[in-house]
């Protein structure tokens, strides 16, 4: 075992000094986003369910992509980036769809402090976002343990029900507390312990307290399965260092008004009871533990064939699942320090039997993921409206949707292997209606006597399903409708029309509603040095032209146009609208909702994507395990 942790040790602090960097999109209207590209490597669209993917991609290392939250589509094209949207200092986790005031927001965390698990910093706080991405409530908990005040970490920000008016949230306080622990090596007693706090919240902008709950008050330290000095657990011998023998991290409330707790490092979860216990139980018991030392279920079994009974460890991502009266999670089955529990990570669904004092947990659902990694840290299960369930792996930057019998109907990836990593993966429908401020064009042409070439793109916009171009051979002069085209689901929507020198383009619903207009752009054309590095459509170096003009450009005549073939064999989205005003410069709007537009579950994905993806992962590819033998974490 310390041979295992001097190598995890070393790996580690290797990953961490290393640049990470993975293939950015290149997005000419929009130079300023640095995006990962995600590829998608299997894809059912008639089986897949509605949404978009959201996910905030990160590494312990330098990269060259912006940590940020992420919106994508199921064809894995960019739908939103939300660096511009952050407060600097402070790292994006969690991103999901959530309920406020009765209508479907965005909310994430924001973070500084130590990703293993805090104190956060002083200046972390939670997101709640409109359908505009505009902000409309800034969520912390508040209070003190031990003479700290509590800070956001980033584990945990779950706002509950449709009303939205409270939210659960996780801290860490470092603290003096004496502790011997006779399970590992040497029996090291801790002079400084961490723990971990649960904190519901009002969304209001009161931050009130409504429940708090404190591991350190009911759980006996000696329950956890690490030890001082492991990896990522703290040493336990200073304020700044104390030894995390719980780690939150997952919270949820049912109907009753009582809690779900989940300890990583106790490899445990636990429902805790409420202000108001049905049964009368004193607010913040335990009522149960599922899992580790002190198991309060004597049978554990599985009606999942290969798997004969119910054994899982340093899970992620808890919920309760009413309609199985039980409970969810992502199990890790392992965290690179302990010998695995299974030979793979999964999402369980676990029902939860306490009929005539005989507690019984079953195995009912188990969702693989496919290339049978074994996911050390994060990772989520997320339960979808038309029965799949998502799974975001965590330690790896991989996604995957299953139907209800275990089927992969969608696989993909941003990047190598860890540690690029999400926390946790989502998939959501949403509609986003941004500010016009996000709204770009970028105009290009070889040559004065080329055809032009457009890309036009509105970071966050859902509902638009066509664009048209209009040029000018004058500023302020008169523009005339140039092209058309149909967004395909890609970020940027591109088309060619004969050379003008400025331009703009107008955004349009499937129902011919105008949208927003672009500001208008002057039409770039590289100078003779510049050109000869550049080609039909863009120039390799970069959208940063300072050095090219195009003063010696007359305005055209009679340009020609070139036949441009950069088509993909992609599904459209069925947009949903609303009402907007006509664009009053163009009376007699074209319907383009119809243009080649195709029922996207009559539509053949191809068998590989579009783009060539060098991350596949392959079990064959991974490492053998130094300790294959699995370990029962139920007892």
């Not at 990772?379 to 275990?406: A, I, R």
């Not at 523009?479 to 331009?503: D, I, K, R």
């Not at 770039?524 to 459509?537: G, K």
Request: glycine content about 8%.
């Amino acid at each position: 075992m310390p041979g295992i942790r001097a190598i995890v040790l070393l790996l580690a602090s290797f990953a961490s000094s290393q640049a990470q960097n993975v293939t950015l999109l290149n997005l000419l209207s929009r130079p300023d986003l640095q995006v990962p590209t995600f590829y998608v490597t299997t894809s059912e669209p008639a089986l897949l369910a509605p949404g978009y993917i959201m996910i905030t991609p990160s590494t312990p290392g330098n990269t060259n992509f912006q940590l940020a939250p992420y919106i994508y589509n199921n064809l894995g094209h960019l739908v939103w980036s939300g660096i511009h949207h952050l407060t600097p200092g402070l790292a994006p986790y969690d991103e999901k769809v959530c309920y406020f005031k009765g209508t479907p927001h965005l909310c994430f965390t924001q973070f500084t402090g130590p990703v293993s698990g805090g104190p956060g910093g002083l200046g972390s706080y939670s997101v709640i976002m409109d359908e505009t991405y505009t902000q409309v409530a800034a969520v912390q908990p508040e209070g003190a343990f031990a003479g700290q005040n509590l800070t956001q970490d980033l584990h945990e920000f779950n706002v509950l029900g449709t009303a939205g008016a409270s939210a659960l949230t996780t801290s860490y306080v470092n603290f003096k507390h004496n502790v011997t622990y006779p399970a590992c090596p040497g029996s090291p007693t801790t002079p400084f312990t961490k723990t971990g706090i649960l904190t519901e919240v009002s969304t209001d902008g009161l931050n009130t307290t409504l429940f708090q709950w404190n591991a350190i008050d009911h759980v006996d330290p000696r329950d956890t399965y690490v030890c001082p000095g492991d990896f990522n657990v703290g040493t336990g011998t200073s304020i700044s260092d104390g030894f995390d023998f719980f780690h939150i991290n997952a919270l949820d409330k049912d109907e009753n008004g009582d809690y779900l707790v989940s300890s990583r490092h106790c490899s445990t979860l636990f429902k805790i009871a409420g202000n108001n216990n049905k049964d009368g139980l004193a607010s913040g018991s335990i009522i149960w533990r599922l899992g580790g030392k002190q198991n309060s279920f004597p049978v554990m079994d599985s009606t999942v064939p290969g798997t004969p009974n119910l054994n899982f460890s340093f899970q992620h991502h808890a919920r309760f699942r009413p309609s199985i009266n039980g409970v969810s999670m992502w199990d890790n089955a392992n965290n690179n320090i302990n010998p695995a529990s299974a030979l793979a990570s999964s999402g369980m669904a676990v029902t939860i039997s306490t009929v005539n004092g005989t507690n019984k947990a079953t195995l009912v659902e188990q969702y693989v993921s496919p290339n049978r990694q074994l996911d050390s840290s994060q990772g989520s299960h997320q339960f979808l409206p038309n029965g799949n369930h998502f799974m975001g792996l965590g330690s790896y930057p991989d996604v995957y949707e299953q139907t209800p019998d275990g089927t992969t109907v969608f696989y993909g990836n941003w990047g190598p292997n860890p540690p690029l990593q999400s926390y946790r993966a989502f998939k959501y429908p949403w509609v986003g209606k941004p500010p016009i401020s996000e709204i770009a064009l970028f105009g290009y042409a070889h040559s004065c006597n080329a055809s032009a070439a457009f890309y036009a793109s509105w970071n966050g916009a859902t509902e638009v399903v066509s664009w048209k171009y209009f040029t000018s051979s004058s500023e302020k002069g008169t523009f005339a409708l140039a092209a058309t085209a149909v967004n395909n689901g890609t970020f940027e929507t591109f088309t060619t029309a004969p050379f003008n020198l400025y331009a703009y383009a107008i955004a349009y619903d499937d129902l011919g509603n105008m949208l927003g207009q672009t500001p208008t752009i002057s039409v770039f054309v590289p100078d003779a040095a510049l050109a000869a590095s550049c080609n039909a459509l863009s120039c390799p170096v970069g959208t940063n032209y300072s050095a090219a003009s195009k003063a010696s450009c007359a305005a055209p005549s009679a340009p020609t146009l070139f036949n441009c073939c950069l088509k993909n064999p992609e599904e459209l989205y069925n947009f949903q609208s609303h009402k907007r005003r006509k664009d009053p410069a163009d009376r007699k709007l074209h319907n383009l909702s119809g243009e080649g537009k195709e029922d996207p579950d009559s539509i053949d994905f191809p068998t590989s994507s579009s783009q060539e993806n060098p991350f596949t992962v392959k079990l064959a590819d991974q490492e053998a395990k130094e300790d294959p033998k699995l370990v029962d974490f139920s007892n």
